[in-house]
């Protein structure tokens, strides 16, 4: 049996050092649920890291840098995933299932796909409420770049294909 070994750096802004992730920690009511939060985008975390600092008087933003198996994870089929990969209905559904606290989210290890950020946020909050229907908001959100979330909710996941790599105190 052939062993792949691809991998991908993967980064999770906060105000700590996480060199150990849990999953099941977080609110329930994120996009993706209670898991573990990266991003394949470096500035996305780089930013994400300061707005934290920045809400809390005297911490540090943090970089935490991981690598992930993602060749071997991705042809497992062991564990339950999903990806978006585009701001769809499919997306906008399941992240209004999760504000009405749904869970949506619960029989999935893996989840991929697009922050509900300030520039989507508008519109996901106007579907829920009911003030424009499906297709208007795909409408709005059509144009808009996604801004890559992962969230891992299996621990199994993390202490199998996640190994982190260090985490780097970032100036203002």
Known sequence: MKMIIDSLLLYHGSIFRVDSPLT???????????????TKNHQQAVDWAKTKAGRKAGAKAILNVYEFMSENFLTSEAYRTLIFNNYDLQWLDFIAQSRKGQKPWISYDYIE???ANDSVITTVDAYVDGLINAEQARGK???ERLRNQICILNQEIIEKYLRFVESIELSD
């Open 24 to 38: 099941h920690i977080g609110r329930q009511d994120l996009d993706f649920g209670p898991g573990f939060y990266l």
């Open 113 to 115: 796909g697009g922050v």
């Open 141 to 143: 959100l059509i144009n």
